[in-house]
């Protein structure tokens, strides 16, 4: 099992890294985050003539033809630079409708970066949602990066439908501690879509995906935590001497290190494992998040406290990092549910 880069995936990051250097830095990130579907639209479009949505997509619907591995590149370089706007969701849903039976029409507009689209886990036991069909019912629990000009990628127990923007779905935006990552409610009565794949074999295959690629992302925000301390150790000068010269800050950058690899390669093992359809898939999934998550949410802290005073105002970024880690552990089973899960899994054995 090869867990390098090969050379089209170094030549995906280095597309993906300079696109998202040149598009979103910090400033611009800070500036959009709460702008919504419309704000995101020309950064989609630009970014969907590149391929970035198609990336696992057959070449024969439009996509590049790559599997989860490149996708995994991708989503760490979006986690690097906290890029706000339903990635996720769209390249699921582009991937979901590709391997349909009957791909919807949406589809080439997905790849194409025109329809964004924000994924619902109708599995949480948050969500009060009901499919009967190709019709869904209900109220979601919290669904990042929803918006009123989104689609929605509806994933229920049994089922997989894709609902298209303007089919009469309501949201309500509500109030998120994480300034890049919006949050909202979604309501649907009798809402007709289009039903993707059915049977929990399908469901579960998603949402491992959509497990592993939102790790990826995490892991892209370690590293960065890693090089903002390393970077600030450097110029900060206390006693006429770099902070990064004193002992403290210099275990604790290499404590960050440490976790930032461990992170990266659990995620990329499972990724690897679930592409090749191994038996231990699930407890691979488990692990990478479990890792990932303790991880991204001690080195955001670590962050903050190397940048001394400063790492605690609005106008510092290491904050932004501590929320975004927040987020991203309470997604899709948090590290407290799959530990139980493993231990459970454990006494069964």
Known sequence: MDLMLSADQEAIQASVRSFLDDELPMARVREIAQGGAKALSPLWRAAGALGFFGLAVPEAAGGAGYAITEEMVLFEELGRVLAPGPWLGSVLAAHALATAGNPHADLARIVAGEQQVAIVDATSAASSIVVRGNEVSGESGYVADGDADTAFL???????????????????????????????????????????????????????????????????GIQRTVDMSVEYGKVRKQFDKPIGSFQAVKHRCADMAVRAEVARSATTYAIVSVRDGTADQDFQVSVAKILASGAYVQNAADNVQNHGGMGFTWECDAHLFVKRARSFEAAFGSRLARLDQLAESFRGA
């Not at 229920?156 to 923007?165: C, D, G, M, R, T």
């Not at 949201?171 to 990552?181: C, L």
């Open 154 to 220: 509806v994933v229920a127990p049994s089922a997989i439908l894709y609902v298209a923007s303007g089919s009469g779905a309501q949201v309500e935006r509500r109030p998120s501690m994480d300034p890049t990552r919006a949050i909202a409610v979604v309501r649907f009565a009798g809402v007709r879509g289009a039903v993707i794949a059915e049977g929990s074999d399908a469901v579960a295959a998603l949402l491992r995906r959509a497990t592993l690629l939102s790790c990826a992302e995490a892991v892209g």
